[in-house]
């Protein structure tokens, strides 16, 4: 947040922001004529921050605060001053149709520099020498390696950048320029813009928002921030606050914990805190499990959860474990979860094994039975679920998701307290990273999870007089 003395520039012609208060207020028509008259709205307050050296600089925050068009002008400016070889990069361009090319052509010509600049057909070139290319970043070796003599890289739509990207990108843009005297005169920069994801993506990992490196640039602009806002983005953003409060903390303000294309929500999932009740209130208590195809890095891992049902009106994690592990290291950690949950002294013993009928699913059936462990196959038409995987997510928000058109606060699906499971909040982040564009990473723990709602539902659990609860994410 800017200083008091910067307030002004967190404005459009139209509407101002009031920081003692809070809270947007329409300008009087005295300050809209001096508004007008000083084109405070012409840049960001954070502008001339681009122009300083710094090795990173990394600006995030969500929809409407001009990112794009800020580095754009500052770009443009910097390589007005002297020749610069600078490079446009995304992680996937499939063509210069997904680049950042047209919105700096758009700005050239509304700062007025098209004497200066001219576009060609793969780049824009200034008539001091410096270069503007465009250039994808996964998959492409080379277009890694033409970064080594860049005076700049800006990374745009960072969040979508993978760790791989990140980690070759970064120390292969190394440019560095000396005076005869051996003072460092000019050190390369790689700069990045992104909306926050529902989780956090590398590049907020590597450039948290409390930032403790004196070599970068960084900060969260939100549409507050943009000194030329549209009306029609105010007004929606202020409409998406009333309405949908989880939704505008993360589009609107670039929060983690919720995109538009969440299937589950962190907030539909309630807590509980006694579970020596929760257990003696269970009815029936089952194990799922999901199985890995590889063990590799990049692989899921193999989930076991234990579950209970109470009375077909409430379902409860009790307990899970996750790993990757080798085969025979799996059936020894199946069968110690088995165990666990089968000793009278624990509680409630467990009746059923449900593994996936996928990868190495179909061996463990097998080798548990072989133990008298009563291992049954899970597949999702048996429980009138949908086989692609998004669908079947979606279907599993109905259940998790409380009926607010009932009036209800809270869904039927209850997880442990971090004093029962100190690793549920990872569990509610990796279910809130699975989203409708099906650019999550891993899905396992949840499709464990899956597994154990449809299970309940099929015992007649999570849609009580046989109701279907409203459709999450705007549907019905």
């Known amino acids: 947040m800017a200083t008091l003395q910067q307030a002004v520039h967190f404005a459009t012609q139209y509407h101002i922001y009031d920081e003692g208060m809070g809270v947007w207020r329409e300008r009087n028509e005295h300050e809209q004529h001096e508004a007008a008259n000083a084109q405070v709205y012409d840049r960001a307050w954070w502008w001339p921050e681009l122009l300083k050296p710094k090795r990173y600089k990394a600006v995030d925050g969500g929809r409407g605060g001009a990112k794009s068009w800020t580095f754009a002008q500052a770009l443009l400016h910097l390589g007005s001053q002297r020749p610069l070889f600078i490079v446009c990069a995304r992680e996937i361009q499939n063509s210069l149709a997904d680049s950042v090319k047209k919105l700096i052509e758009d700005e050239i010509r509304r700062m007025n520099l098209e004497s200066y600049y001219r576009s060609t057909r793969e780049e824009i070139q200034g008539v001091n020498g410096t270069r503007f290319v465009f250039k994808g970043l996964r998959s492409n070796p080379d277009a890694v390696k033409s970064l080594e003599g860049c005076d700049i890289c800006w990374v745009e739509e960072a ?4 760790q791989e990207s990140l980690d070759m ?49 960084r900060l969260r602009v939100n549409y507050y921030d943009n000194p030329f806002l549209p009306s029609v983005l105010f007004e929606e953003a202020q409409a998406c606050r009333v309405l949908f409060p989880a939704r505008y903390r993360s589009i609107w303000l670039g929060e983690t914990g919720h995109t ?7 907030e539909w999932w309630p807590l509980y805190v006694d579970y020596t009740d929760v257990e003696r209130r269970c009815t029936y208590k089952f194990i799922t499990a999901d199985t890995a195809f590889e063990t590799g890095q990049e692989n899921d891992y193999s989930v076991f959860q234990c579950w209970g049902i109470e009375n077909r009106q409430r379902l409860y994690m009790l307990d899970e474990v996750y790993g990757k592990w080798e085969f025979p290291e799996l059936v020894t950690q199946a069968r110690k979860f088995w165990k666990k949950h089968s000793d009278p002294t624990y509680g409630r013993q467990v009746r059923e094994f449900w593994v996936e009928k996928k990868a190495s699913g179909h061996s463990l059936i097998q080798t548990l039975r072989r133990e008298k462990i009563k291992a049954r196959g899970w597949l999702p038409k048996k429980f009138q679920f949908p086989d692609n995987k998004i669908a079947g997510f979606k279907e599993m928000s109905w259940i998790v998701a409380p009926d607010v058109a009932s009036g209800e606060t809270t869904g ?7 004093s029962i499971y100190p690793d549920i909040d990872s569990f509610i982040d990796h279910c809130g990273a699975i989203s409708e564009d099906d650019s999550h990473e891993h899905d396992d723990r949840g499709d464990a999870a899956k597994m154990a709602v449809s299970i309940f539902r099929k015992m007649g659990g999570g849609r009580k007089h046989g109701r279907r609860p409203t459709k999450p994410n705007g549907g019905t």
Not at 412 to 418: A, K, N, Y
């Open 159 to 162: 969040q979508s950048i993978s």
């Open 169 to 217: 990108l970064i120390p292969t843009v190394r440019k560095e320029e000396y005076n005869d005297d051996g003072e460092l005169v000019w050190q390369s920069e790689v700069w990045f813009s992104w909306n926050e994801k529902a989780v956090m993506c590398p590049v907020g990992e590597r450039f948290p928002k409390d930032n403790p490196y004196d070599n970068t640039y």
């Open 260 to 266: 538009e294309f969440q299937i589950l929500r962190p």
């Open 412 to 418: 039927d699906v209850w997880l442990p307290h971090e």
